[in-house]
């Protein structure tokens, strides 16, 4: 089982909604995130996405208060992997603040679902291979064991 | 295993090479995609992602009615139709990209993104995973049933003997 608190992004970059869209857009090319928490008294009240400062961009917006989108939702560390990963692929929402006791402690994107399935991929074939490769030898013993073979080696 | 022509989105949105950077921001700004492809004459020679545009937005001295080709990526890491899947996460694992052209005869088809290759291997995964369990577990109960027959239930057949 994928555990939430191993694939998150632990340091969060967070912004405040009275920000200028700039700030935003510096913030996201430093740091090279795809979107940033909008905070208020340290509670997450929204996201502001690559897209959404392209949008605030061509259209001489201002402040992050008027681009952000409220496309998100709040999970516990405690949350199930495939229920997020089936909420990503069915809909809109791209990222998931992680809340724990009214603090954010991490968020989960589509780059860390993407990632986390991928390496999960990778451990299930591991996994599979090794279960194919027991059963092989069972297989082996039993055709041997039925075999005139093993009366020619053990009398 | 499937291949990237399963998967690929095919109404890839493009810009002209001479197009200005003004034109890609509002097209991205309506689309959900996240990137465009350049191209002259159907033929990609660039891609500008969010990222490239935000980071233009950020950056001095530039304006709205530049080139695109100043904040394109170049050059391009394509793949085929006809690529397997694996071969495609391969590449992907290698390149670190989330968007990949895919291009037939020089010209632009599709567009291959991390998360379509990903989750499609995962789902067939999955799929082959469950098959190959259900035959492991019918070929152990056959070999239970055969050994059992062949051990114990001779004696009470053999009225021959």
Avoid at chain 2, 90 to 98: E, G
Avoid at chain 2, 103 to 128: C, P, Q, W, Y
Wanted: glycine share 4%; net charge positive.
């Amino acid at each position: 089982m994928i555990k939430i608190r191993s694939i998150m992004t632990k340091d969060v970059i967070t912004i405040q909604p009275g920000s200028t869209i700039k700030e935003a857009a510096q913030l996201i090319s430093a740091k090279s995130v795809s979107g940033l928490v909008v905070v208020e008294n340290s509670k997450p009240i929204a996201i502001v996405s690559e897209n959404d400062i392209i949008k605030g961009v061509t259209s001489n917006k201002k402040t992050v208060r008027d681009v952000m989108s409220r496309e998100f939702m709040i999970i516990s560390p405690s949350a199930k992997f495939f229920e997020i990963n089936r909420r990503l692929r069915e809909g809109k929402i791209k990222r998931f603040p992680v809340v724990e006791n009214d603090r954010l402690i991490g968020l989960i994107t589509e780059t860390d679902i993407i990632q986390a399935t991928r390496d999960f991929t990778r451990f299930h074939q591991i996994v599979q291979e090794a279960i194919l490769a027991i059963f092989g030898f069972a297989t082996a013993f039993f055709l041997f064991y039925f075999s005139p073979i093993r009366a020619l080696v053990f009398g | 295993m499937a291949r990237v022509s399963k998967i690929m989105l095919t109404d890839v949105p493009t810009l002209k090479k001479e197009a200005k950077i003004e034109k890609a921001a509002k097209l991205l700004a309506q689309i959900q995609v996240g990137c465009v492809v350049i191209v002259e004459n159907k033929d990609p020679v660039g891609i500008v992602t969010e990222l490239d545009l935000v980071r233009f937005a950020v950056s001095k001295g530039k304006s709205l009615k530049e080139p695109l080709t100043s904040i394109m990526s170049s050059p391009l890491t394509l793949m085929t139709p006809d690529m397997k899947l694996d071969e495609a996460l391969k590449i992907i694992d290698t390149k670190k990209f989330r968007k990949y052209p895919v291009v037939e005869n020089g010209a632009l088809v599709g567009l291959a993104t991390k998360k379509d290759v990903v989750n499609a291997i995962s789902d067939n995964m999955r799929f082959h995973r469950n098959i190959q369990n259900i035959v492991l577990i019918l070929f152990v109960l056959f070999e239970l049933f055969v050994f059992v027959i062949g051990r114990y239930i001779p004696q009470y057949l053999a009225f021959w003997a």
